[in-house]
């Protein structure tokens, strides 16, 4: 990544005027494209399945759990996802809880040191794998 560049999310620090506990809802917004369902909001949490954020090209982002392609920011303070493809149809249209590396900053300092589209993790991955990687890969 480039020097000073930072991890994009969906925290209130990058979106100004949402409060800290609502940014999963500042992205539903942001990103809401269906002109055949009014926008609208769950008003509770699904308790299955759970999304995953994930780092894509240095973006926290948590991909559908649903299969249908959409992925959109996570945020670091708010554990909600809502997909603005799918709506969650497998949740009944609810919220899916979303769930977080333990080690969010040792993540971020492993990915550092690679190329932007190199910047990647998988649900799961630790921070020792991402490093063993930079090893494997000469980074």
């Not at 670091?76 to 899916?96: P, S």
């Not at 921070?127 to 890969?137: G, H, K, P, Q, Y």
Request: proline share 7%; charged share 25%; with cysteine.
């Amino acid at each position: 990544m480039l020097p000073g560049q930072v991890f994009l999310d969906a925290t209130r620090d990058r979106v100004p005027d949402v409060p800290e506990d609502r940014g999963a809802e500042w992205a539903v917004r942001a990103y809401w494209s269906r002109d055949d369902v009014p926008f609208h909001l769950p008003l509770k949490v699904a308790t299955s399945p759970v999304g995953y954020a994930v780092v894509n090209h240095g973006r926290w982002i948590v991909r559908c759990p649903f299969g249908c392609g959409g992925a959109q920011l996570a945020c670091r303070t708010d554990h909600r996802f809502l997909c603005v493809n799918c709506l969650n149809e497998g949740a009944g249209g609810q919220w899916v809880a979303v769930e977080w590396p333990d080690d969010v900053a040792g993540v971020e300092d492993a990915l550092r040191p690679r190329m932007t589209a190199n910047a990647n993790t998988d649900p799961g991955e630790t921070v020792a794998d991402l490093i063993t990687e930079n090893a494997e890969r000469g980074v």
